[in-house]
T-cell receptor
Framework: ELKVEQNPLFLSMQEGKNYTIYCNYS?????LYWYRQDPGKSLESLFV???NGAVKQEGRLMASLDTKARLSTLHITAAVHDLSATYFCAVVAGDSNYQLIWGAGTKLIIKP | DVKVTQSSRYLVKRTGEKVFLECVQD?????MFWYRQDPGLGLRLIYFSYDVKMKEKGDIPEGYSVSREKKERFSLILESASTNQTSMYLC????????????FGDGTRLSIL
């Protein structure tokens, strides 16, 4: 059974700092997604990572995938308050083309 | 832009009622999904559909059913609502094409009293 674990589940940090959110998954998968959710809002797709060594960047966020270690990271550089949100990773279930298994989410609070 | 529209943002129902949650997408997506979201548990898949009139159970289908009579519309039905079904319900849709992300509606916060 595929399981997805994120850590930390909660992170409070100061503006200007760097930090990394980790997403581990338990069985082989070749696709990983990162989503963002603002309070009271829906989920927004951030990154799609499709292969080992894939790296995607958007502004202060950078995501990477290591399929051998079954690990993805979401790195935040010089955090700003607007990045406060809950971040989810999701992995494609092994025998499905589209069903996702989700991590529990990381609630990120960035203090001015 | 993809638009996934859920019929209600907030809904309050009573125990034992039959509850309908509606979802419509405007991008001709083949796949549609219903999730529930509870604090600390992430998103859990209730049902999904990969074509009209087709449905598959997700991880927590008990107490729910679904209907997909048209490609753009996917309905979630709580046959006899119970208090443990109080939750945030999220609808999503996607293409079958490899790697395409799921697009989500705004969610329905359902309270069962």
């Amino acid at each position: 059974e595929l399981k997805v674990e994120q850590n930390p589940l909660f992170l409070s940090m100061q503006e200007g700092k760097n930090y990394t959110i980790y997403c581990n998954y338990s069985t082989t998968s070749d696709r990983l997604y990162w989503y963002r959710q603002d309070p009271g809002k829906s989920l927004e797709s951030l990154f799609v990572l499709l292969s080992n060594g894939a790296v995607k960047q958007e502004g202060r966020l950078m995501a990477s995938l290591d399929t051998k270690a079954r690990l993805s990271t979401l790195h935040i550089t010089a955090a700003v308050h607007d990045l406060s949100a809950t971040y989810f990773c999701a992995v494609v279930a092994g025998d499905s083309n589209y069903q996702l298994i989700w991590g529990a989410g990381t609630k990120l609070i960035i203090k001015p | 832009d993809v638009k996934v529209t859920q019929s209600s943002r907030y809904l309050v129902k009573r125990t034992g009622e039959k509850v309908f949650l509606e979802c419509v997408q405007d991008m001709d997506h083949e796949n549609m999904f219903w999730y529930r979201q509870d604090p600390g548990l992430g998103l859990r898949l209730i049902y999904f559909s990969y074509d009209v009139k087709m449905k598959e159970k997700g991880d927590i289908p008990e107490g729910y059913s679904v209907s997909r009579e048209k490609k753009e519309r996917f309905s979630l039905i709580l046959e006899s609502a119970s208090t443990n079904q109080t939750s945030m319900y999220l609808c999503a849709s996607s293409y079958t094409r490899y790697s395409q992300p799921q697009h989500f509606g705004d969610g329905t916060r359902l309270s069962i009293l």
